[in-house]
């Protein structure tokens, strides 16, 4: 006789996963961005070498001038290391101006300075002018050579006898702006050197006459805002930082804006140097007689 055995079911298979350490396996993506930053720095170093290859000069200068920021700063260092290792872009040959090159103008005795005369209008002056303003050109000068911060910047200065008075001429250059472009503010940079100004004012008592001018930049709607405007309100914030420096507002005689009417650079309308301020240490009375043994020879330099 057969006896009936109960079904039971069968036992699961053991399966045993045997784990390699050290092995491969799936990496992810990080290697795909690490990648694509590599093409792109590839492609803009290409790019770059490739604009600098198929424009001139100008044209250079002017894509650096599109993508310079409008408020800028310049640094106080001026070692030999670093990108350009200490040569400058400004300057043919690369190599920069010594800041005492850059002081040539404030180092010269005021009676030996550049003269401007005209045909029209002869130049007047009394002996206390000279030595008024001989007196305010040994003091900005001791005020810029004290501080780093200006006598980086003295470059930017220029000294100009007139037959108005003694001029002074602040003029903007590459990454040093005394305004942003197309701004009527002076920005952080420009104000200690409206204050050594204002403090050097404060040696004489002539009276002051400022003056804006712009570059040939044009505006698209003229009507709210172009050169004349602009030049006349720069014009005005430097009269208002030199009132901040503690110079007396009797002594301001006048603001004029020139716009582009009188360029520094003639020959490029947009060089940095045609935005620029003029501040004029008018003479005391331009009618007086020219003292005995001229300063300035007729119709030319100063002697």
């Known amino acids: 006789m057969l006896e009936l055995v109960e079904d039971r079911p069968r036992p699961a298979p053991i399966i045993v996963k045997r784990v390699i350490e050290g092995g491969g396996g ?11 930053d590599f093409v792109t720095a ?13 424009t001139s000069e ?6 650096a001038d599109y993508f310079r920021p409008t408020l800028a700063t310049q640094s106080a260092g001026g ?12 300057e043919k040959d690369g190599i920069a101006k010594s800041a005492t090159t850059a002081l040539a103008s404030l180092r010269q005795p005021i009676d030996q300075i550049e003269t401007f005369t005209d045909d029209n209008a002869a130049t ?18 001791s005020i810029i050579e004290s501080d780093p911060q200006l006598a980086s910047m003295s470059e930017q200065m220029h000294l100009t006898l007139t037959p108005e008075g003694l001029r002074l001429e602040v003029t903007d250059a590459p990454g ?7 701004e009527t503010g002076a920005v952080n940079m420009a104000r200690p050197i409206l204050a050594g100004i204002a403090t050097a004012l404060a040696e004489i ?5 400022v003056r804006g001018h712009t570059d040939g930049r044009g505006y698209a709607s003229p009507q709210r805002m172009n050169n004349w405007l602009l030049s006349a309100a720069r014009a005005d914030a430097t009269r208002q930082e030199l009132l ?16 582009d009417r009188e360029l520094r650079a003639s020959d490029d309308p947009l060089d940095e140097r045609n935005r620029r301020i003029s501040i004029t240490m008018l003479f005391s009375d331009p009618n007086d007689p020219v003292p005995e043994g001229p300063f300035f020879r007729e119709g030319g330099d100063a002697q």
């Open 26 to 36: 799936h990496h992810g993506g990080a290697w795909k961005v690490a990648y694509a």
């Open 42 to 54: 590839m492609m803009a170093f290409f790019l770059i070498m490739w604009i600098l290859g198929a």
């Open 58 to 63: 100008d044209q250079r200068k002017g894509i």
């Open 79 to 90: 070692g030999a290391n670093g990108l350009l290792a200490g040569r400058s872009m400004n």
């Open 124 to 141: 007047r002056t009394l002996a206390r002018d000279l030595q008024s303003f001989e007196s305010f050109r040994l003091k900005l000068l």
């Open 176 to 182: 040093s702006a005394m305004f942003a472009v197309g």
């Open 205 to 209: 008592d002539n009276d002051i006459a």
């Open 244 to 259: 901040g420096g503690g110079v007396d507002p009797e002594r301001i005689a006048r603001i004029e804006g020139t716009a």
